[in-house]
């Protein structure tokens, strides 16, 4: 057999690939930079994988598109935008920062490329598709969501692989995927940070079991009816997410505030953004002197030289004046009151987990470790630490979930005759579902023709949302308990036959949370005892 030949820099020239060799493929899509590893099925180490000439670097992609012709469809990808300093041009060709966006109901005119998000993530993930399935048998391939934008996010992943000639496909939260990757043992629990480019998730997941302890539980995603399955060498193993929450905002995020502040009369361009990413990462390292002022020379639309200064106690008055830390501490709080719904006390944490381009600002870590009182911490590399922690998710480790925001149902109140928002299930509430939710339902009028299931998602009082002022990302407190956010527009309606009458119960529903984290009814008309037509109510998170 031909062996692989490898180049000056060690890495293996894929024209030489055996194609005979089957294996699993994930893609962690990141706001900045999508990772790319390939596992063989005979238990070797997984690999960063080189994508010349989209990739910067083995195993990463800058998350880049540029739409060449407006008449067909044709597109740069990645590090070729970057070679042809495309990324500095003015034209709205390009798509960037596109993640943030992908499954939003509103996109902010900050986002003004001409190629939609999610045809961006598509264009992306299918490139990456198209020079792999050529070079390997990819027999799975696991992808990451982030955890605010779970559902929405879920959907479209699920119909741009629907195209993909490939037996399995799973999905897994990236705070989950992160515990995996920093490689800790069996029966260890974890809290994972991860500060991306455009959203912060945090997770509390247990890792259990060991070999020949895992209970029989679901795996995290089965895509037509098809179980994932294969053969490893890794020990069997399970990991609980006790709880979780999210916000949709990163990395990039403080790139605008730093020029914001330092350039309050400019507008970022692309040029600027790249310069005051570059002061942050510089400003991140600890070993220089929080007062030291470092400077970028930039240009900025009128081609007048500009300058960026801040010393690393700049940029951190600045994260706390946009109220950083109180968001991170929003979401511990959050994680935790659901962890603890699942009898779990913060002396149970083992380590803390750091991942994302955001993880290393020295700030974010001295200020989770004094809210959690200084429990050990874990930095895989914090770039490809969760891709790998997806592909440790196949075929040895099995997840069982919670939901992260809950569900309700608008009922009719018999006694005080108004519409109310009903729980259905909690934050916290493992799925899939043990056993089912019932509810009855009565008529709220008389000679009711039908009821109809309108669904909605508590929002959390104490919790903040992003918006978006001037281009410039802030967050907003929710003030309210009481606020319950429809979940979607679709209204399932349940005929009533005989019709209702006012204040009579007519049904009784039947809830589950099936594998795919799909609410489904049932259904009996208590009236006559026919069975109701089995409904899909869709993804909930």
């Known amino acids: ?27 962690d899509l990141g706001s900045s930079t999508t990772v790319v590893v390939f596992q063989k099925e005979n238990g070797q180490a997984p690999e960063l994988l080189d994508l010349p000439p989209i990739s910067r670097a083995p195993g990463e992609i800058p998350s880049l598109i540029w739409k060449l012709s407006e008449k067909k469809e044709s597109y740069l990808i990645g590090q070729e935008i970057i070679d042809l300093n495309l990324i500095n041009e003015k034209e709205n060709n390009l798509s960037q920062d596109f993640k943030r966006w992908i499954g939003s109901t509103k996109i902010e005119p900050i986002y ?33 969501a982030p955890v605010d934008t779970y559902r929405e996010y879920r959907s479209w992943l699920v119909n741009v692989c629907n195209s993909l000639e490939v037996k399995e496909i799973a999905l897994v939260d990236e705070p989950t995927a992160a515990a995996m990757g920093a490689g800790m043992e069996p029966g260890s629990t974890l809290l994972v940070l991860d500060f991306g480019g455009s959203t912060i998730d945090m997770s509390i997941v247990a890792l259990e079991g060991g070999e020949g302890q895992a209970s029989p539980i679901a795996q995290l995603v089965r895509f037509d009816g098809n179980n994932l399955e294969g053969k490893s060498t890794q020990a069997l193993r399970t990991a609980k997410v006790l709880g979780k929450s999210g916000i949709r905002i990163g990395g990039k995020d403080i790139d605008r505030w730093i020029c914001q502040h330092l350039l309050p009369q400019d507008k970022p361009t692309n040029s600027i953004l790249r310069k005051a990413e570059e ?58 009151n659901i962890a603890k719904r699942n009898s779990f006390e913060l002396k149970d944490l083992d380590s803390i987990v750091l991942v994302g381009g955001g993880s290393r600002i020295p700030l974010i870590k001295n200020y989770l470790s004094e809210i959690s009182n200084s429990i050990p911490f874990l930095t895989p590399p914090p770039i490809e630490a969760i891709a790998m922690g997806a592909l440790s998710l196949t075929p040895g480790v099995q997840v069982k979930d919670v939901l992260n925001k809950g569900v309700s149902l608008r009922c009719w109140n018999k006694k005080n005759k108004k519409h109310i928002w009903h729980p259905l299930f909690l934050a916290g509430q493992p799925w899939p579902t043990n056993k089912p939710l019932e509810i009855i339902l009565a008529a709220s009028i008389n000679n009711q023709l039908s009821i109809d299931l309108i669904l909605g998602e508590p929002q959390e009082e104490g919790s903040n949302e992003v918006v978006f002022i001037n281009g410039i990302p802030t967050l907003k407190a929710i003030e309210s308990k009481d606020i319950v956010k429809k979940i979607n527009n679709k209204i399932i309606s349940i005929p009533l036959d005989p019709p209702g009458e006012i204040g009579k119960d007519c049904i009784k529903l039947i809830f589950n949370i099936n594998e795919n984290c799909q609410l489904q009814v049932d259904g009996i008309d208590l009236r006559n005892n026919n069975k109701l037509t089995s409904q899909n109510l869709g993804f909930i998170r």
């Not at 062996?3 to 894929?14: A, H, L, M, T």
């Not at 993530?121 to 390997?136: D, M, N, P, T, Y």
């Not at 990819?138 to 992808?143: A, E, P, T, Y």
Request: proline fraction near 1%; aromatic fraction near 4%; hydrophobic fraction near 35%.
């Open 1 to 27: 057999m031909e062996k692989n030949k490898i180049d000056q820099f060690g890495n293996i020239d894929q024209s030489g690939m055996n194609t005979n060799e089957f294996g699993t493929l994930a893609i």
């Open 112 to 144: 003004n490329s001409k190629i939609s998000p999610e045809k961006a993530g598509e264009i992306l993930i299918h490139s990456i598709w198209g020079i792999l399935s050529k070079k390997r048998n990819i027999k799975r391939l696991v992808l990451t």
């Open 279 to 336: 002061l942050k990462c510089e400003l991140s390292n600890t070993n220089i002197k929080e007062t030291l002022l470092i400077t970028k020379q930039v240009q900025n639309n009128k081609n007048e030289e500009k300058f960026l200064k801040l010393s690393r106690k700049g940029l951190e008055e600045l994260l706390i004046e946009k109220e950083l830390l109180k968001s991170i501490d929003m979401l511990f709080k959050q994680t935790l």
